[in-house]
């Protein structure tokens, strides 16, 4: 299975046997046919409102290093974001970090429902697809949800170098913040943003609901934007993502 291109999402790499399905929500900018360029710039599209800017090349690289199964969506998060539940207020932007986007307003309920079902829900299946053969061989699973976050944002420059978020079960990314702190970083716990039952959809979804390990990491954008950046991070995060594993293992008595 590699670089499978379906309509609104990408599946890369091989499963090696290993617990880890990662997941990029916002890894693609492109933009159905029918919405042309939503009345934005080609810069305002490459933007971080567009994207997360460099995740897709450290997703890549870190499926490569873990043997590992990633799913990621295509399409900009302008269109619809995938990880916002259907109806959420910022599901569909119109406006993001003050760029207003014009295709985006008054929209009515079948413009909503085509970008749903053809963007949203064939994204989730996909990964409720992966974790449903996993569990019916009965794998362990870890779910790794990876974004990328703005170094400023509304005119306030977020330190960070990386975030851990959670909600009801933090156990694993308070492992792995104790990991990166120790290699000297400036890790936020649950920055620069929060996750709770309505700000996410993609972690309460295929983590929280099916009760599975799990943990969403956000990479500071100016790290990662070139090559090198993801390549380092990714190795990262392949060294790192497996200790805490099994660290969670020991420590919570579950089966690796």
């Not at 599209?45 to 199964?69: F, K, M, S």
């Not at 998060?77 to 295709?103: E, F, M, Y």
């Not at 949203?120 to 794998?139: F, K, S, T, V, W």
Request: net charge negative; proline share 6%; hydrophobic share 40%.
């Amino acid at each position: 299975m590699t670089d499978i291109l379906a309509e609104s999402f990408r599946v890369y790499g091989q499963d090696g046997g290993g617990p880890f399905v990662l997941v990029s929500d916002h890894a693609g900018q492109a933009i159905p046919p029918s919405l042309g360029d939503l009345g934005l710039s080609a810069a305002e599209r490459a933007r971080h409102i567009g994207w997360d800017i460099g995740i897709d090349g450290v997703g890549r690289r870190l499926a490569d290093a873990l043997q590992a199964v990633l799913v990621e969506q295509v399409y900009s998060r302008l269109v619809i974001d995938c990880n916002r539940a259907p109806g959420h207020p910022t599901s569909i932007v119109v406006q993001s970090d003050g760029t207003p986007v014009p295709r985006n307003q008054n929209l009515d309920a079948a413009d909503v429902a085509w970008r749903e079902q053809t963007i949203l829900h064939p994204y989730h299946n996909r990964i409720a697809q992966e974790l449903d053969a996993r569990l019916a061989h009965g794998r362990s699973v870890v779910v790794v949800a990876l974004h990328s976050f703005t170094p400023v944002m509304h005119n306030v420059a977020r330190p960070w170098h990386v975030g851990l978020l959670h909600n009801h079960d933090p156990r694993l990314a308070h492992i792995m913040i104790e990991l990166l702190r120790a290699e000297g970083l400036v890790v936020g716990d649950n920055e620069p943003y929060a996750l709770t039952d309505t700000s996410d959809y993609t972690v309460p979804l295929h983590g929280e609901q099916r009760d599975l390990p799990h943990i969403e990491i956000e990479i500071r954008q100016d790290l990662i934007t070139h090559s090198a950046g993801q390549a380092e991070w990714a190795a990262r995060l392949a060294r790192l993502l497996p200790e805490a594993w099994q660290i969670f293992c020991t420590r919570y008595e579950q089966q690796p």
